[in-house]
């Protein structure tokens, strides 16, 4: 049995709180980690919103159900299965946004990254394939994916701050 792969444009949703123009200093994009949805996700930031700041809250492509039909369902950016398609699929759609929301504006805004969890590796992966210039970058409870070496770290990661976050909870 052969495999083969259908290329087609889908609709996929994103969440901006703010309003991005000549006003605009910063814009930031924020992704969420595994089994998130960005309406739970992007919920708590609503208390930062500033009218010079636009928030962008793209959403992985990949849903499923969290613990069964019916029940909660969560998002995730890819799975080992097709992992590569996966990721060319939310570099392009990433890419859109980009275009989009931030590029008409790039030379006049701070950009600024944040990937919690699985959306620091996703994060991380689109800047190293689009060259995205950013002002910073935050890892929070992540790291670089591990595909990307110190070549690409030297030119994708050394124009801008990259700050690396973990939360760290003990019981008292």
């Known amino acids: 049995m052969e495999k083969k792969n259908a290329k087609f444009t889908i609709d996929a949703p994103y969440y901006?709180?703010?309003d991005i123009g000549s006003h605009t200093k910063k814009i930031w994009l924020i992704f969420h980690g595994y089994g998130q949805l960005i309406d739970d996700f992007a919920e708590p930031?609503?208390?930062f919103e500033q009218e010079d700041h636009c928030i962008l809250f793209p959403q992985g492509l990949s849903k499923f159900y969290l613990k069964g039909i019916d029940q909660k369902?969560?998002?995730s950016w890819m799975t080992s299965h097709d992992r590569e398609m996966d990721i060319a699929n939310y570099i392009n759609y990433l890419?859109?946004?980009f275009e989009q929301e931030i590029q008409p504006f790039a030379n006049k805004i701070l950009l600024?990254?944040?990937g919690f969890s699985q959306g620091g590796h996703t994060a991380s992966r689109w800047i190293a394939k689009s060259h995205v210039k950013y002002?910073?970058?935050i890892l929070w409870g992540s790291s670089l994916a591990a595909e990307i070496g110190s070549e690409e770290v030297k030119n994708h990661f050394g124009n801008g701050k990259t700050s690396w976050w973990w939360a760290i909870r003990t019981s008292t």
């Open 73 to 75: 369902i969560g998002a």
């Open 45 to 47: 930031f609503a208390s």
């Open 112 to 114: 600024n990254v944040l």
């Open 95 to 97: 890419n859109f946004i």
């Open 16 to 18: 901006k709180l703010g």
């Open 135 to 137: 002002d910073k970058l």
